[in-house]
C-alpha cells in the first residue's frame, strides 16, 4: 500500500511510523493515562486496516485522522489531546512556508500528485516542471492574498472547485472560439511581426498552426478553430497551380485538353491539402506551449458554414483529408501507428451527410471509421442544436459553450473592432469564457443529513460561495489591458482592440461567459431519494437541481449583465479530490463515498447498466440544462469490424443530442507489440496498467489512450480517476 505525503510525494506505508507517533505522544502524559504497547500497536493495526479499505492511497492526513478517532476509541482522551496537539504545532510550522517542499518535489519528479494532475502533460520535461513551479508560486499568492478566505477554505475542503486557481494572480482567461477568418483573410500580427494574408492552402495551415500555439500560451483553457476558415485557400492554391500548370504545358508546346489540365491541377491540390492538414496535424502534437503541453486545440468541421457551393466542396475535401490523417494517426518513438490526444475533431451531422444518400455521407462513413479506430471525431447534432440552441457553433475546447448570440438583437455592434464583422449576421468566434467554480452537488447533500429543507437552504449557501467566486473571477479580468495578450485582445483571435485598451467591455452583454459548474448529480440524488437519477421516482428531483442552478444563474445574470451560465464540469483529477474530502468530512457511505471518484456531472453512472440509445436519450434532458457546456459519451468495445452499429449510434446523436461521443480504447505495449487494450490491475492496494500479453507495467513503455472528460489523456491519471476508467460498463 502507498501514502501521499503532503508535498504530493508517494511513499510505502509503513505501520512503525504510525506506533512511534502514538507512542511520542504516549510518553509524555502521566503516567495513570498511557496506553500499553500492545493498544498501541492494534490503534496502528486498525489505521492500516481502515487505509485499506479505501481501495486507494490514503493521505498522511486522513491517517492522522484515523488514528486521532482510534486512540479516542480506547479512551486515551489524554493520549488523543498530545496527539492533536503535535499535529497542530506542525501545521503552523508548514504555514510559514507552504510552496518550497512542493517545488522541490516536482523538480525531483517524486509528486505522485502532480504527475497525475494532467492526463496530457508530461511531468518529467522542464518545460512543464517550469510551469508547475510558478504554478505553484501563483497559487500560493492567491491563497494568502487575492481571494477571500472563505472561498479558499470552501477550496481545500472540496466543498466548492475554484478552477485553474495556479494562473489566477495573471490576468488570464479560460478558453475561446478563435477568429481564424478575420486573422487569416486581414492579417495578423505574431511576436511583433506581421502576417499578411496567406497566398496558398499551405501557407494558411501553417499560419494557422502559429496562431493557435501563441493563443495557447495566453490563456489556461482550451480553444477551437473552423476547417471553414481555411476553405476558402483551397481556391487560392487551385488557381495557383493553375497557371503553373498552364505555364509549364507553355514550356513544353504542349497544351491537353481542359480535361486533362483540371485533373493535373486537381491532383496537384489534393497533394497540397494533404501537407497543409499535415502541418496541423504534427505541429499541434509536436508544439510545446509555454505550460509544457500540446495546444488544447479543437477542430470544428461543419459543412453548413460554407458560405458558397465551392466552398463547400473544397471544405469536404479538408474534412476527408482530416479525416484519413487522424485515422492513421502518428508514430510513437517505436514508428508504430498510435493514437494522439489533439487536435480534438468535432463533426456536424446534418442533413447534406446523415443519410445514406446525402451528398456527403462518405464522409459520415468515413468519419465513423475514425471514431471506431481512434475516439475522434465527435459529434454535434444541427438538427437539436438549431431547436435548442438556435444556431450551430464549436465549443471552446472539450464542451464549453458560448451563450447563444444576441447582438443582433440588443444593438451592441462590433465591439471587438473585428475586421470580418457584418452587421445582423451571429457571431460566435472571437468570444470566449471567463473562468470556472464548480460546485460539489454531493456535498451538499450528505451535509443536510437527507434533511430536504436544510438541502435547499445549504443549497442556497453554497451558490452563493459559487456566486462570489466566479465574481472574484470577472472582477481579476476588468481593467486587464489588452497589451496583456496582444494575440488575442489587439490581433484578431478575439479582438481588436488599440494598445492599453482595457478588455471590460468584452465581459458583458454576453461576448463573453462565465461558468458555474457541478459535479455528482447521480451521488447527490442517490444519497437524497435513495435511486439513482435514472429511475422515473427520483429523475425529477435531479431536473429540479439543475433548473435551481439556472435560475440562479438567471439572476446574476439580470443583476450585472454577464452571461452565468451552467457547465457540465469536466473533472480530471479534481473527481478524485472532490471524492477523498467527501469521504474524511462524511466517511465511506455504500453507493455514496465508497469510490475513489465522483461522477462527472449529470452523467449516469459509470457501473450503471444501460444500453447507449438509452443513456443518450436520458442525458439530452440534462444536456439542455447545461447550456455552459456538456458532453454525453457511450462505452463501446472495439467497433471497426461493426462499423453499421457506430453509424446507427451517430443517427441517434443526430436525432436526439446535441453533442456527444463514442469511447473505444487504442492502446500499445511498446515491450512486446501488443495493441490491444492495456487492462488496470490491483498493485498491493494501488492501481497500475498492465499488458495482458507480456506483463509490461512500465508506463513509459506503453501507449495508453482514453477519454476521461471529453478530451482524450495520454499520460495517465491518478487513482480516482483510473478506478472510474476501470470500472466502466460497455453501453454497445
Known sequence: ?????????????????????????????????????VQIQ????????????????????????????????????????????????????????????????????NNEEAKQENSN????????????????????LTNRVLLPADIVKAHEEGIIHFHDSDYYAQHMHN???????????????????????????????????????????????????????????????????????????????????????????????????????????????????????????????YLGEAETEQERKDLALIIEETLEQRYEGVKN?????????????????????????????????LAAKCTARRMVPDYISEKKMLELKGDVYPCMGCRSFLTPDRFTDAGIGNIANAKNYKPGKHRYYGRFNQGVVTLNLPDIALSSGGNIEKFWQIFDERLDLCYRALMCRHERLKGTLSDAAPILWQYGACARLQKGEPIDKLLYNGYSTISLGYAGLYECVKYMTGKSHTDPAAKPFAIEIMQY?????????????????????????????????????????????????????????????????????FEAEFQHLSPGGAISYVEVPN?????????????????????????????????????GEIDIVDDGGKLIWKCPRCGNTDQDKMNVARRTCGYIGTQFWNQGRTQEIKERVLHL
Open 1 to 37: 500500500m502507498r501514502v501521499i505525503k503532503r508535498n504530493g510525494a508517494e511513499v510505502d506505508f509503513d505501520i512503525v511510523k504510525i506506533i512511534a507517533a502514538i507512542t511520542k505522544a504516549n510518553n509524555v502524559v502521566d503516567e495513570s493515562e498511557r496506553m500499553t504497547p
Open 42 to 109: 492494534r490503534i496502528a493495526e486498525s489505521v492500516e486496516l481502515e487505509c485499506q479499505k479505501l481501495d486507494r492511497a490514503p493521505t498522511v492526513e486522513e491517517i492522522q485522522d484515523f488514528v486521532e478517532t482510534h486512540i479516542m476509541a480506547h479512551g486515551a482522551y489524554e493520549v488523543a489531546k498530545r496527539y492533536i496537539t503535535y499535529r497542530y504545532n506542525r501545521s503552523l510550522v508548514r504555514k510559514s512556508n507552504t510552496t518550497d517542499d512542493k517545488i522541490l518535489s516536482l523538480i525531483e519528479c
Open 121 to 140: 502533460k508530461n511531468p518529467v520535461v522542464n518545460s512543464t516542471q517550469r510551469d508547475y513551479m510558478a504554478g505553484e508560486v501563483s497559487r500560493d
Open 175 to 301: 478558453c475561446d472560439l478563435v477568429n481564424l477568418e478575420d486573422m487569416l483573410q486581414n492579417g495578423t500580427v505574431i511576436t511583433g511581426t506581421l502576417i499578411e494574408k496567406p497566398h496558398s492552402f499551405a501557407t494558411a495551415c501553417n499560419i494557422a498552426t502559429q496562431i493557435v500555439a501563441q493563443v495557447a500560451s495566453n490563456q489556461y483553457g482550451g480553444q477551437s478553430i473552423s476547417l471553414t476558415h481555411l476553405a476558402p485557400f483551397v481556391d487560392v492554391s487551385r488557381q495557383k497551380i493553375r497557371k503553373t500548370v498552364l505555364s509549364e504545358m507553355a514550356d513544353i508546346g504542349f497544351m491537353p485538353g481542359e480535361e486533362k489540365i483540371s485533373e493535373i491541377v486537381e491532383k496537384r491540390l489534393r497533394e497540397e491539402i494533404r501537407r497543409g492538414v499535415q502541418t496541423i496535424q504534427y505541429q499541434v502534437v509536436t508544439l510545446l506551449t509555454t505550460n509544457g503541453q500540446a495546444p488544447f486545440i479543437t477542430v470544428f468541421m
Open 333 to 365: 518513438e517505436q514508428g508504430v501507428w498510435v493514437t494522439p490526444a489533439f487536435p480534438k475533431l468535432i463533426y456536424v451531422l446534418e442533413e447534406d451527410n446523415i443519410h445514406e444518400d446525402s451528398p456527403y455521407y462518405y464522409l459520415t462513413k
Open 549 to 617: 442552478m439556472n435560475d440562479a444563474c438567471k439572476r446574476w445574470k439580470e443583476k450585472h449583465n454577464i452571461d452565468f451560465s451552467i457547465y457540465g464540469t469536466p473533472l480530471e483529477s479534481t473527481t478524485y479530490k472532490f471524492a477523498k474530502c467527501l469521504q474524511k468530512r462524511f466517511g465511506v457511505i455504500e453507493g455514496i463515498t465508497d469510490k475513489g471518484y465522483i461522477t462527472n456531472s449529470y452523467h449516469v453512472h459509470v457501473t450503471e447498466k444501460i444500453d447507449a440509445f438509452s443513456k443518450l436519450k
Open 639 to 675: 467497433m471497426q469490424q461493426n462499423l453499421e452499429a457506430v453509424l446507427q449510434v451517430m443517427k441517434f446523436i443526430y436525432e436526439n443530442i446535441i453533442y456527444a461521443e463514442l469511447n473505444t480504447k487504442s492502446d500499445y505495449c511498446q515491450v512486446c507489440g501488443w495493441d
